[in-house]
């Protein structure tokens, strides 16, 4: 198989932009950490899916072969900026376009200069250390429309289509968990997850994505969709699934903690 890592981190620029404040910079710590182990794995290419690219047509992919600029997140601007500068493979890419109608989906390329890249997609190949030359990107869009099955089926095709190009990939999940956040201004210093019931959920997945229950997590996650709010149904989740045929025999949580009060995680996955 293709697939030589998989990841879950956060979306959020918190960890990135903030990282001495102690519940984040714990975050921080932990995607340095699967950075090292992604880089360990000698991927090719790294496919990434973020929760916050949204799309409403088709499935896009990023096929412009660097972006460069300076993004400004829409929600935590006040804590600085994101300077950044992404290479993708753009063989990859568009062959994942090509392929995406067999599944039955509608695709498009995306390649232009300063197309507006999503923060997730941004402080997730920054964290990692992914997005350079050595380690080009495959970035899929999260269309609004597509449910966690055909996002399962996404991942294996690009992953199918890695596999044709002979390419080693590392497979990266953009998002949280839990998703409610303070509606107040708060002592960052104490975060915490904005209530009990979210950390038990958060708790909860995390520990059968730990043990590898897939069977489990299949069964649970809709109803952590829905009661924790989970970020996007955790379709970053199913990302992941995908890409590895439906199974993993474990997983290890490298940090988990808050995010203005909504979870966050950075999990490796065991192949």
């Known amino acids: 198989m ?12 918190l960890p990135r932009l903030k990282p001495e404040v102690l519940p984040w910079g714990r975050l921080a710590a932990a995607c340095q950490r ?25 499935q896009q992919w990023l096929t412009h072969r660097r972006s460069r600029g300076v993004h400004v997140d829409e929600n935590w601007y006040e804590h600085g900026d994101l300077p950044y500068d992404l290479h ?11 392929a995406s ?12 200069e300063a197309f507006p890249i999503d923060t997730g997609t941004i402080v997730a190949s920054q964290a990692l ?3 350079t030359p050595e380690r080009p990107l495959v970035v899929a869009s999260n269309n609004l429309y597509h449910d966690a099955a055909t996002t399962e089926k996404l991942a294996a095709m690009a992953v199918a289509c890695a ?9 990266v999940g953009v998002g ?22 979210d950390d038990k959920w958060n708790q909860r997945i995390l520990q059968l994505v730990e043990s590898g229950d897939v069977a489990q997590l299949r069964a649970l996650v809709p109803d952590f969709a829905r009661e924790a709010r ?31 009060g909504s979870g966050a995680a950075v999990v490796e996955f065991t192949l």
């Not at 293709?2 to 620029?13: C, M, Q």
């Not at 699934?241 to 203005?260: D, E, I, N, S, T």
Request: glycine share 12%.
């Open 176 to 197: 949280g968990l839990s998703g409610s956040q303070f509606r107040t201004e708060i002592d960052v210093r104490t975060d915490r997850i904005a209530s009990p019931d």
């Open 101 to 112: 109608p067999r599944i039955g989906v509608q695709a498009r390329g995306v390649n232009y």
């Open 2 to 13: 293709p697939v030589v890592s998989a990841f879950l981190v956060p979306g959020s620029p």
């Open 34 to 58: 699967a950075g090292r182990a992604l880089a360990a794995s000698r991927p090719d290419a790294v496919l990434v899916y973020s929760t916050q690219w949204f799309a409403v047509l088709d």
């Open 230 to 260: 989970a970020d996007m149904g955790f379709k970053h989740f199913y990302w992941i699934l995908g890409a590895l045929k439906g199974r993993f025999p474990g997983a290890r949580v490298h940090g988990y903690g808050p995010a203005y």
């Open 88 to 98: 993708a493979d753009t063989e990859l890419a568009h062959a994942c376009v090509a």
């Open 163 to 171: 596999d044709e190009q002979g390419k080693r990939v590392a497979v």
């Open 129 to 131: 250390e992914v997005g």
